[in-house]
């Protein structure tokens, strides 16, 4: 595989969605998405990248559905434990879990696996990791990657911040805002150190995309659970 070609123009193809994105013109996500994975799967055919460089080698699945099963639980337990405990069950109270149950279950399925965690792993720890640690091997890969991952999400951060109670009142002001952002950052670039170890340790990209389901979509479905059960009435 041609490492540097590869990772080069994959980190083009996600600088030039992050701008278009924070300029408003990336149009709808299903659009924007289908996309940056339609460039993303081009750019690494032409770079050479195996399935096993891209952690999808059919013969690894069962070991990233293991390792990616696993993970699914841990998260379902912590978020669990963090909406019956009264000191962290307020920053799951967000906006975004006033909403039916249909739309619970679109969201999670569409929005979280499809427009998600799916793209989003195929990207960082698809193509970029498998890139990068060609190019530079595991913890320099790893690490930058990982870096590139939290700063993928400040424009969402800045987007969304205002949906959840427990940050809402830092938004009004511009240092507020940029600790949530960094905080936002540094939280995803270790979510992205974990997503990346799921990945190498299980060699499949099925071990992360299970842990990002589990992360973006159990937090979703635990705070419509505070709003819809655990809100007083």
Do not use: K
């Amino acid at each position: 595989m041609n490492s540097r070609r590869c990772f080069g123009l994959a980190l083009v193809v996600l600088v030039a969605v992050t701008a278009a994105r924070f300029l408003s013109l990336a149009g709808p996500t299903v659009v924007w998405t289908s996309l940056m994975t339609a460039a993303l799967v081009l750019i690494a055919r032409t770079s050479g990248a195996t399935l096993a460089d891209l952690g999808l080698r059919p013969s690894d699945a069962g070991r990233g559905l293991r390792y990616g099963a696993v993970a699914f639980a841990i998260v379902l337990v912590a978020l669990g434990v963090a909406a019956l405990l009264p000191l962290t069950s307020g920053a799951l109270h967000d906006a975004r879990g006033d909403i039916s149950g249909a739309r619970l279950a679109y969201e999670l399925v569409v929005d979280v696996v499809l427009l998600t965690a799916i793209p989003e792993e195929f990207a960082f720890r698809g193509v970029l990791l498998g890139s990068a640690v060609v190019q530079w091997g595991p913890l320099r890969g790893v690490l930058v990657v990982s870096a590139l991952f939290g700063l993928w999400h400040v424009q969402p951060t800045l987007a969304t911040m205002t949906d959840n109670p427990a940050v809402s009142g830092a938004s009004g002001f511009a240092a507020g805002r940029l600790l949530v952002v960094l905080g936002a950052v540094a939280v995803t670039f270790v979510a992205g150190l974990v997503f990346a170890w799921l990945r190498l340790r299980s060699r499949s990209l099925l071990a992360p995309v299970l842990a990002h389901v589990a992360t973006n979509g159990l937090g979703l479905a635990v705070a419509w659970f505070a709003v819809h059960v655990l809100a007083p009435r």
